[in-house]
């Protein structure tokens, strides 16, 4: 699953910045670094898009999973392998590991679709009725994975096998689809999003907008939860059902980092943005400590600063993880409860890498102005 690291302690001040201290089982168990990670391909890092490098979910032990030249790899440790896929010339992902070393990726294209995918096999299994190329996907430790599909209808998995659609909220209106599943927990929480694109034949009207969905692992009827800003990105939720992700506040990326808390009736809160950046997002919550992790971000043409990778460590404000090179960018994926986060940074040549960043909340810190 893309999640987890460490509860933050009390913040102490040290060498002029201020730090997060982790609990104490982490400061025995990890040293804070930066790991570079084996990669594929030769690539810059683009604000505003998606990366060909990075760290996207991870595993057991030194398992991570993730793209590398715009390919899907996993690492054992910093050491890459290579998905095998199926034809030349074919790029793709992996999204999402649970913790038996169950993966899940997708390919792209117009015949792209879900897969799952063990280490050390020499195929990938596509998902039967998967055929939307650019979606999320997850999976959770009891092996239930989850997207959508081109039609727009979310569809959960189990044994390469499909169980279930995901309905849609009682309250949705005509021509709603679910956009994207994003996330499941292993209580069987599914988050994901539905978009409205409807004119309406009486009035002319046009009906639109997306709302972020929940669908209860307990079977209880999905439901949106209550919207923040203009629209609102769910994009990963724990295993207490803590939604985290962003809201979009206006034209560009005016981006803001944004949490949800059930039962969901009232709007999500912010901690704010990273006090150097303008915008933000969430993009992982460790599994069971709430310690969060995105990227802070200025405008893609208005780069006055460059992305930087950071946590929320659960209270108080956004933290800042360092960079790998002075002035170079960088950006966190995801996060587990053994300290880790994953992501992407740019190296001191000016050359995006696949990164983790060991016992994390140790390194977080809150730049100083």
Known sequence: MRRGASAAAAAIVLAGIVTAAGPAAAATTCTPRIQVLGSLGDDVYNPGNPQNQGVLALGAGKLSVGVSGAQPVYWTGTTLHKVPLPAAGLQGELLAVNKSGLMVGRVHGAEGYVFTYRAGATAITPLPGSDYAYGEADVN???????????????????????????????????????????????????????????????????????????????????????????????????????????????????????????????????GVLNTHPYGTFEAISPTTKVTVGTAKFHPEEQTLPDQAQLWPGTGPVLALPRLAANQASAAESVSDDGRVGGAAVNAKGKLKPVIWTCATKQAYLPQR
């Open 141 to 271: 430790d009891a092996g239930y994975v989850v997207s959508r599909n081109r039609a727009g209808v979310g569809i959960v998995w189990k044994d390469g096998q499909k169980v279930r659609e995901l309905p849609l909220p009682a309250e949705a209106g005509p021509g709603t689809s679910v956009e994207l599943v994003t996330a499941v927990n292993n209580k069987g929480d599914i988050l994901g999003l539905a978009k409205q694109d409807y004119e309406d034949p009486g009035t002319g009207g046009h009906l639109s907008g997306s709302h972020p969905v929940i669908w209860p692992g307990d079977g209880g009827p999905a439901r949106y939860l209550a919207p923040s800003g203009q629209e609102s990105y769910v994009q990963d939720l724990d295993e207490s059902g803590h939604v985290v992700g962003y809201d979009w506040y206006g034209p560009g990326y005016q981006y803001k980092p944004w949490t949800w808390t059930p039962p969901y009736t009232a709007a999500g809160t912010s901690p």
